[in-house]
């Protein structure tokens, strides 16, 4: 491949995120799922555009600062939702502001970030929607258990400033079931205590095309399957030929019959494992394993001959392609070996 792209450099395919976006979204309308793709994989309002305009109703944020950028880079983001536990004066603050210019909702799944949110939000004017974070079984946030659903939707829906939008999980790799038994129980309990539960959402891309399989749910949130990855390949949810996002990197010394040198460490390609051995794989080149990272270096190695010479330039899939977005500036954006445009990663960078 001859594209005119100093590397390392991150390619996006538009043509296969378009498809991606497209089967996710077919499925989706097919069983009455409604679709809010988690930006995090490619913080890019173009993209966010294409998922809009494919029929997702709105957009999922991990920070105050993300949603903020995405929402100042396209005036079609108008309903957002932050999965993340919010605390600090100045982002409570700052998501006051938002809550002002977009259909705003944020989880929260003990009473600290509930009350902090509701001093915020009581000397607003408008109210900010919150949902209760649930553990199906992922053992990262959420409330443990139905029960504690229901007390902590209680305590929302009595709170100043405040509104009770609904539940949220992101379940483990094969968790369907468990969403579909602990949001029916937790719904069944908020309810009974008068309290209506109008958005139940789940999320993930190794589960999404089985979301029709926890019915209680009323919308999903993939982030990974606009571009895919090793680690979705892996799973068996994706082939090489659904990975949107490819790492360019030129190969740098040979110094061995079985070894080979690329400009890619992992300031690119990423340290992330995901279970997996190696750190990426060699689009058509399978007896290319990627077996050391260094900052800047990545180390090729092959049981045979390995067959490339200095300059040689060779295409990546990462092992985790939302960790690569946030480590560049920007991507180029190419249909085949055409590149066509240059994009800004405009909601990475500040930590806030």
């Not at 944020?61 to 939702?81: F, N, P, Y």
């Not at 504690?148 to 483990?172: C, K, N, V, W």
Request: glycine fraction near 8%; include cysteine; charged fraction near 25%.
């Amino acid at each position: 491949m001859t594209l005119p792209i100093e590397t390392p450099a991150v390619l996006v395919d538009i043509e296969i995120a378009r498809r991606n976006i497209r089967a996710f979204q077919d499925y989706a309308d097919r069983h009455g799922i409604r679709v809010r793709p988690h930006i995090k994989t490619h913080k890019l309002p173009q993209m966010a555009e294409l998922q809009l305009e494919a029929g997702a109703i709105g957009i999922t944020c991990q920070k105050v600062t993300e949603a903020e950028a995405m929402v100042e880079g396209s005036a079609q983001i108008k309903d957002v939702l932050i999965t993340y536990n919010i605390l600090g004066a100045e982002k409570l603050a700052r998501l006051a502001a938002l809550n002002k210019r977009v259909t705003l909702s944020v989880v929260a799944d003990n009473p600290t970030v509930i009350d902090g949110l509701s001093t915020r939000f009581a000397r607003e004017d408008d109210p900010l929607t919150v949902l209760v974070e649930c553990n199906t079984g992922a053992d990262r946030c959420g409330v443990a258990t139905p029960a504690e659903a229901a007390s902590l939707a209680r305590r929302i829906a009595d709170a100043p400033g405040l509104h009770f939008g609904g539940l949220m999980t992101y379940p483990p790799v094969g968790g369907t079931e468990r969403v579909q038994a602990f949001m029916s129980e937790a719904k069944r309990l908020i309810e009974a205590d008068g309290i209506d539960v109008p958005t139940i959402t789940s999320g993930g891309t190794p589960n999404m095309m089985e979301a029709a399989g926890a019915s209680v749910a009323t919308e999903h949130r993939p982030g990974t399957y606009i571009y895919n990855d090793r680690s979705l390949v892996a799973r068996g949810v994706a082939t090489w030929d659904d990975c949107a996002l490819t790492v360019l990197a030129t190969v740098v010394s040979v110094p061995a019959e079985n070894r080979a040198i690329i400009d890619a460490g992992s300031k690119v390609l990423t340290s992330d494992l995901l279970g997996l051995s190696g750190y990426g794989h060699v689009l058509g080149r399978d007896d290319i394993r990627i077996d050391q990272l260094s900052e800047e270096h990545g180390r090729l190695v092959s049981d045979g001959p390995i067959k490339l010479k200095v300059g040689d330039r060779l295409r990546i899939v990462p092992n985790h392609a939302c960790v690569v977005t946030n480590m560049v500036d920007a991507v180029h954006i190419v249909e085949g070996n055409e590149t066509k445009a240059t994009w800004p990663i405009i909601a990475r960078g500040r930590v806030l």
